[in-house]
């Protein structure tokens, strides 16, 4: 799938976008589903496993923040954890040998969908080696407007650095030491159907959608087989084979000299990224109201 070009771009930048991955019937499969869960979600008034809500959300007014492993929801969301082209494009950057870990969608709502601080998705689950990957499938156009990706070119090969507030992991990083790197970010814009990558250890976040048009981006997190994880342990061993993507298993982990920082003690609010970043003094991204908090 991918040319030596995007190979290399991706082993020195840490992310990659590719261009019209899925074809229009996929996208509209995935856009009603997306509005059949939000209906859904008018019978809530609290999060719950399948829903993050935002702060504004009501039955008669659902906004939601994030669906929750969304593959297991919905048949559409279902279909793109092996989905050829996309396994195709792992194998070409973290194979032979893929397996799928999780899937989320961040809803990012127009007139406000929320932020997602800086941080590195590694902080939350180191591995023996950091072969592992994001792919984000973008259900809308992600443009400059609507709260895209950001990335900060080269920074999977830097530090882990502390994602911890008040003694405890929040899920954002809190270092005005690291807010240099952060002026280097680029945004990952892209067609609906595009897909975005990106490397585990990148330092990457998003604004607040201040736009008109929602940014709806189904994310996937992917593997390399032999990248065994150090905190969260597979709990059902069937389930954990099954995620089997491309390639074999294998007991044989790949150890590498990585930088590894735990996640430990826990963060308070299990499950919501949102609410855990919340507990930082400091934000970097615009929010809601439209403002960039500091402090
Ligand atoms: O949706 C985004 O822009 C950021 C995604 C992300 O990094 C996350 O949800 O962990």
Known sequence: MLN???IAFYREQGYLMVPDVLSEVEVARLRAACDEMVE???EVTAHTEVYDLEDWHTPSAPHIRRIKTP?????AFEAMVAHEKIVAIMDDLIGPGVRFDISKLNMKDAGGGAPVEWHQDWAFYPHTNDDLCAVGIMIDDMTLENGPLMVVPG????PVYDHHAHGRFCGAINDPAVEAEYEKAVPVTGNTGSISIHHVRILHGSSSNQSGKPRRLLLHQ???ADAWPIVIMPSDWETYEGQLVSGESTLEPRMEKVPVRLPFPPAENQGSIYENQRTTEATQFIDATGRKRVG
């Open 155 to 158: 920074s999977h090969k830097g």
């Open 4 to 6: 030596e070009r995007d």
């Open 222 to 224: 992917y593997r390399a």
């Open 71 to 75: 593959d297991r929801w919905h048949p």
């Open 40 to 42: 859904k979600s008018r």
